[in-house]
């Protein structure tokens, strides 16, 4: 029997994540970039991960433009970082207020986050409201700082124990 979409949502909210900002760039529709926690490694030879993403974003959009895109982990003092690129505000202003460079793929690096992966993409799949997309990374950019952690939809920190 199916579960329903509630139970299903607070099924995950008992998944502990990292939290990662998805960006890309494509000379029709500029820079582009939202919140994603549905992130996981993939390969090691060759190194390639995935992100799922709502078919309703404009960033997917972005994406199927560009074939790449860059994925941010943020560090434990970019809330705000998160609920900008969650929708808090247009995508003008979400790279306006946090400071990015191009990567190799042209995709925008946050540079206040902790590690970057560039990537290419390499399959898309549909899988009912969402994409899965492939990327094959083209360059890692790992910086200082901790991570920001999300769990039953609250921010969180790591913990010194
Ligand atoms: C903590 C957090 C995690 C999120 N994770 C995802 C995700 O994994 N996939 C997704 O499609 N949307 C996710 N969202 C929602 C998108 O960030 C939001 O709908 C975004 O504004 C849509 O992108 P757009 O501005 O390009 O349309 C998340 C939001 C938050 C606050």
């Known amino acids: 029997m199916a579960v329903s979409a509630d139970d299903f949502k607070q099924a995950l909210q008992l998944w502990a994540s990292g939290v990662t900002v998805v960006t890309t760039y494509s000379e029709k529709l500029g820079v582009q970039g939202m919140t994603v926690t549905a992130f996981s490694s993939v390969s090691i ?40 690129f969650a929708g808090g505000s247009s995508q003008q202003q979400r790279f306006d207020n946090t400071p990015w460079q191009p990567g190799t793929t042209g995709a925008p690096l946050l540079t206040e986050s902790i590690m970057s992966l560039d990537c290419t993409v390499v399959e898309k799949f549909r899988a009912g409201t969402h994409w899965i997309i492939i990327g094959a990374i083209q360059d890692a950019v790992c910086r200082s700082g901790e991570p920001l952690l999300y769990y039953r939809g609250a921010y969180r920190q790591l913990a010194d124990n």
Do not use: H, K, W
């Not at 960033?59 to 609920?83: H, K, M, P």
């Open 45 to 84: 030879d060759p190194p390639q991960i995935l992100v799922c993403i709502n078919d309703s974003a404009d960033t997917g959009v972005g994406i199927e433009e560009s074939r790449c895109f860059a994925v941010n982990v943020l560090n434990a003092d970019q809330q705000d970082v998160s609920n900008q």
